[in-house]
């Protein structure tokens, strides 16, 4: 059956460190896996997008990398703060479909 | 520019009753879609949109109902609110690549 995984559990890392967030997928062959921040009683806000032909992509502090052998992208923050605390989710879709997967995301907590 | 509203924020229903979400998008997106997140849950798709006029099934479609009249209107209805509906509803728009999501509606039945 096709499902998307992220960690259930909660991740709690010291300010400064490195948040690395797994985000593992069967049963798809995805187009785009897209990576989003939620907070509490909002609507995800869209992060970071990887296609299926890149490995890497980078946003300021935020990187993401995809391994569509390993089915699994990994999203990591450097140099974490307090303000990053959220929800990550991800979210893939593959081509020749409108439709996105989501996982069911990840609770970071930066610790100050 | 606005982005993606959703009316109302909360609501709270009785079982069988009806009721429609609101949802209004001002960047012209062809593509519009609705879900659910239960808590501690992902999103789950129900209903999506390609443009006017055309409309699809996502993965929890049963109980609702959709229209796509215009490009900025995107409306959910609720025909006989049940207690498993309890959720928050989450609407959102496309561009080429990326989707905009509006505040949510939280949404008790009881």
């Known amino acids: 059956s096709q499902k998307i995984e992220q960690n259930s559990e909660a991740l709690n890392i010291q300010e400064g460190k490195t948040a690395t967030l797994t985000c593992n997928y069967t049963?798809?062959?995805?187009?785009?896996l897209q990576w989003y921040r939620q907070d509490p009683g909002r609507g995800p806000v869209f992060l970071l997008l990887?296609?299926?032909?890149?490995k890497e992509k980078r946003k300021e502090r935020l990187k993401v990398t995809f391994d569509t052998t390993l089915k699994q992208s990994l999203f990591h923050i450097t140099a974490s703060q307090p303000a990053d605390s959220a929800t990550y989710l991800c979210?893939?879709?593959?081509?020749?479909?409108?439709?996105?997967?989501f996982g069911t995301g990840t609770r970071l907590k930066v610790l100050a | 520019n606005a982005g993606v509203t959703q009316t109302p924020k909360f609501r709270i229903l009785k079982i069988g009753q009806s009721m429609t979400l609101q949802c209004t998008q001002d960047?012209?997106?062809?593509?519009m879609y609705w879900y659910r997140q239960d808590p501690g849950m992902g999103l789950k798709l129900i209903y999506y949109?390609?443009?006017?006029?055309?409309?699809d099934k996502g993965e929890v479609p049963n109980g609702y109902n959709v229209s796509r009249s215009t490009t900025e209107d995107f409306p959910l209805r609720l025909e006989l609110a049940a207690p498993s509906q309890t959720s928050v509803y989450f609407c959102?728009?496309?561009?080429?690549?990326?989707?905009?999501f509006g505040p949510g509606t939280r949404l008790l039945v009881l």
């Open positions: 979210a893939l879709r593959t081509s020749g479909t409108y439709k996105y997967i």
């Open positions: 959102a728009s496309r561009d080429e690549l990326t989707q905009y």
């Open positions: 949109s390609v443009g006017a006029g055309i409309t």
């Open positions: 990887i296609r299926e032909n890149e």
């Open positions: 960047m012209n997106h062809n593509y």
């Open positions: 049963n798809y062959s995805p187009a785009y």
